[in-house]
């Protein structure tokens, strides 16, 4: 006996949406809000995605392996288009892409990007131990999306997931 | 066919896109000069991250500018295929890097006017130039913090950095009210609530400079005689040998590609 078949609409937006960040593997485009939307017009799969950073370069990537991974999948070659509205920000994370982060050692965004006081400390727990007791080392890290901290209490330094 | 030079079709939208395009891709250009330069790995990674956020917003102020014209250019043309005089950016970013404090506070001018710029653009009547708005405000506003903070640190540090950074501040001074002046062209963008007016940025970013320069100790510059010339494409020498470099390849090799 074989299960119902899948609807290909759902099906569809499973296969995108399961495309992983070339940057940070342990996420999909999914759990980062990076997936808009999914139709099929006439026998063709479309794709809406919606650019992170202004000047990230996974973007192009991204959209390579949506195409891959749709046509993998026996949809034939989807059209990705880019959808600029509503501005995407680190609020679109699903609360799962927090914890898968934290989980691979990076410190999420903190809820609700909203503006900080220029010089104000942001409070960061440290993804390791948890601990309150953290320092930024830099600002900007090893991809746009990403700056340096350290943990005073277990010594590890970690990698935070910038909040915009 | 490959070429070597574009014309482009220009209406008030585009020329504003254009400039305001071109500000972003030249300061980002300047700054990826600072790679394999900088004091510091940590500010390597900074200055290249913060010049690929700008030539982010470039190219899509580009692309759109691209979609407006309806020409069939694309944002690589705009940026390889005009002659200097075409470029409408600001003469503050064109300035050469200079040591570690011109770079920083020609930074921290420019930043705090694109942080205004960009907040105001959000509310744009235009849904495409609000959106991008909304994402790049996030990025100027990181960009302005770390290179306050690192004006601060100058001024508010040893008798070499706080002389170089005032000497900066000092220089680069004459180059800022150009930012806050619209072209004639612009009346109607703004009047339609498309752009926002420049003008009304000018004591927002004084008060925001003032805060900035306290905190480092530094003093801020008496308005004094004002150059300009960059919106019309009377630039400074600096800017024909950046793009001299910048385009050299598809100058030398129409249509290259890779």
Not at chain 2, 3 to 31: N, Q
Request: proline residues 7%; charged residues 25%.
């Amino acid at each position: 006996m074989v299960s119902a078949p899948e609807p290909s609409l759902a099906r569809l937006r499973r296969v995108a949406g399961a495309v992983p960040d070339p940057e940070l593997p342990v996420l999909t485009i999914a759990d980062l809000g990076i997936l808009r939307d999914v139709r099929i017009v006439g026998g063709t799969a479309e794709i809406d995605i919606t650019p992170t950073y202004s000047g990230c370069p996974a973007m192009a990537e991204i959209a390579a392996g949506i195409i891959r991974a749709v046509e993998a999948a026996g949809f034939g070659r989807p059209r990705v288009n880019t959808v600029l509205s509503p501005a995407w920000t680190t609020d679109f994370m699903t609360a799962a892409a927090r914890r898968a982060l934290r989980e691979y050692g990076i410190a999420p965004p903190p809820e609700a990007a909203a503006r900080r006081p220029r010089f104000a400390a942001l409070p960061l727990p440290c993804p390791r131990c948890g601990s309150a007791e953290t320092e930024e080392l830099a600002p900007f890290g090893a991809t746009a999306c990403k700056a340096l901290w350290r943990c005073r209490a277990c010594r590890e330094p970690f990698e935070h997931f910038k909040c915009h | 066919m490959s070429t070597t030079s574009i014309t482009v079709r220009e209406t008030p939208l585009v020329r504003f896109l254009l400039r305001r395009a071109d500000d972003a891709l030249i300061l980002g250009h300047r700054l990826s000069e600072w790679c394999g330069r900088a004091p510091s790995m940590e500010e390597e990674m900074a200055l290249a991250n913060i010049a690929l956020d700008l030539i982010g917003q470039a190219r899509a102020l580009y692309a759109y500018a691209a979609d407006v014209e309806a020409a069939g250019h694309d944002e690589d043309d705009f940026a390889y295929l005009r002659p200097e005089r075409a470029f409408g950016n600001l003469l503050l970013v064109e300035q050469p890097n200079g040591d570690f404090a011109v770079t920083i506070a020609r930074q921290v001018f420019f930043s705090a006017f694109a942080d205004l710029w960009w907040r105001a653009l959000a509310g744009s009547a235009d849904p495409t130039l609000a959106a991008l708005a909304a994402r790049a405000e996030k990025e100027t506003a990181y960009h302005l913090r770390h290179a306050a903070e690192w004006l601060i640190r100058l001024g508010d540090g040893t008798a070499e950095s706080h002389a170089r950074a005032a000497a900066a501040v000092e220089a680069l001074w004459p180059f800022t009210s150009e930012m806050f002046e619209a072209e004639p062209d612009e009346a109607a963008l703004v009047e339609a609530g498309i752009a926002p007016d420049p003008a009304t940025l000018r004591d927002p970013w004084r008060a925001a400079l003032a805060e900035i320069l306290a905190e480092a100790t530094l003093a801020l510059p008496e308005s004094g005689w004002m150059q300009k010339g960059g919106r019309q494409g009377r630039h400074s020498e600096h800017l024909g040998r950046l793009l001299a470099e910048m385009q050299h390849l598809q100058r030398s090799y129409p249509g290259a590609s890779w």
